[in-house]
């Protein structure tokens, strides 16, 4: 998600976001998926299982986009809360395809998310970067989202926003204070930054149990990361790597789940969004629910 030009205000549309962006190498891309999408089976979005989607970002030009898509996802799936998501799966308890949203980094369009979803009962985990939040000053924040989320300058969420989302029914959880990147970092740098996040989010917020670990990849996080989050009081702890979990052979412990998610955005072609999201729940399986063998 990085941007070559200098901007020297707020991005406020995807449009702005994606021009300049276009070159053979995506346009052969956008051609390959649209031809994948024709030929997925819709059949797959009727299995059972929990789909985990989460978002960074909904400029104004993407609200249509999100609204459709809530509309589509409505036909085979029943929308349901992130921690009802994650209990479903621990449990062994997936008895029809459910839905579920989150969204990282604490962007203050967040708030059209969480407007969105409201309209259809639907519920999110916003991940927060409190360190960010309630920052204005556009030079501290151009020079956190080129170093930190490789993107232009985007406002952020205030603790009032933060607020807002909670009274609508949404939850709160942690990204780290300043978005950092686990696997790059001493286990004393982790455990502080967790500790403080932690001590933060239930501070400002009442209360906080789910952790999604910035950049997301495998190679972003490590054992020793993963162990500190649920020594921190942490609940539950999300990646960036797609899939879906269906049942598991017997329940599990809540610190064994291994949460992956599939990243949207909206200003994607919906026949593409739908392609990931048909060929993840193809493809699951219980080996979904566990970090991979390897993983250190």
């Given at each position: 998600m990085s941007s070559g030009k200098s901007m020297e205000h707020f991005i406020t549309s995807y449009a702005e976001l994606k021009s300049g962006k276009k070159s053979p190498r995506k346009y052969l891309r956008d051609v390959a998926l649209t031809g994948l999408s024709w030929a997925a089976d819709k059949k797959y979005l009727r299995k059972p299982r929990v789909q985990f989607?989460?978002?960074?970002?909904?400029?104004?030009?993407?609200?249509?986009?999100?609204?459709?898509?809530?509309?589509?996802?409505?036909?085979?799936?029943?929308?349901?809360?992130?921690?009802?998501?994650?209990?479903?799966?621990?449990?062994?308890?997936?008895?029809?395809?459910?839905?579920?949203?989150?969204?990282?980094?604490?962007?203050?369009?967040?708030?059209?998310?969480?407007?969105?979803?409201?309209?259809?009962?639907?519920?999110?985990?916003?991940?927060?970067?409190?360190?960010?939040?309630?920052?204005?000053?556009?030079?501290?924040?151009?020079?956190?989202?080129?170093?930190?989320?490789?993107?232009?300058?985007?406002?952020?969420?205030?603790?009032?926003?933060?607020?807002?989302?909670?009274?609508?029914?949404?939850?709160?959880?942690?990204?780290?204070?300043?978005?950092?990147?686990?696997?790059?970092?001493?286990?004393?740098?982790?455990?502080?930054?967790?500790?403080?996040?932690?001590?933060?989010?239930?501070?400002?917020?009442?209360?906080?149990?789910?952790?999604?670990?910035?950049?997301?990849?495998?190679?972003?996080?490590?054992?020793?990361?993963r162990e500190a989050v649920f020594n921190a009081g942490f609940t539950s702890c999300a990646t960036a790597e797609r899939g879906c979990h269906i049942n598991p052979v017997a329940p599990m412990r809540s610190e064994e789940l291994c949460i992956r998610r599939d990243n949207t955005v909206l200003g994607w072609d919906m026949a593409h969004i739908m392609y990931f999201l048909i060929t993840n729940a193809k493809n699951a399986t219980i080996n979904n629910n566990f970090y991979p063998l390897g993983f250190k």
């Open positions: 989607i989460y978002l960074h970002h909904l400029f104004k030009d993407e609200e249509a986009g999100l609204d459709a898509l809530m509309k589509r996802l409505s036909e085979e799936h029943e929308f349901i809360s992130y921690a009802d998501a994650i209990n479903k799966v621990i449990s062994g308890t997936i008895d029809k395809p459910y839905i579920t949203f989150s969204a990282d980094d604490g962007f203050r369009n967040n708030l059209a998310v969480a407007e969105i979803l409201n309209r259809y009962n639907a519920k999110a985990c916003f991940f927060i970067n409190p360190g960010m939040i309630g920052v204005t000053d556009l030079s501290r924040i151009k020079q956190y989202c080129k170093d930190q989320l490789h993107f232009p300058p985007v406002e952020f969420l205030n603790w009032d926003e933060v607020a807002q989302l909670q009274q609508w029914g949404h939850e709160i959880g942690s990204h780290t204070m300043m978005h950092m990147n686990i696997a790059a970092a001493t286990l004393t740098q982790i455990t502080d930054d967790l500790g403080e996040t932690y001590k933060i989010l239930n501070d400002r917020c009442g209360g906080v149990h789910h952790f999604a670990y910035p950049y997301g990849r495998f190679f972003h996080f490590s054992v020793v990361g």
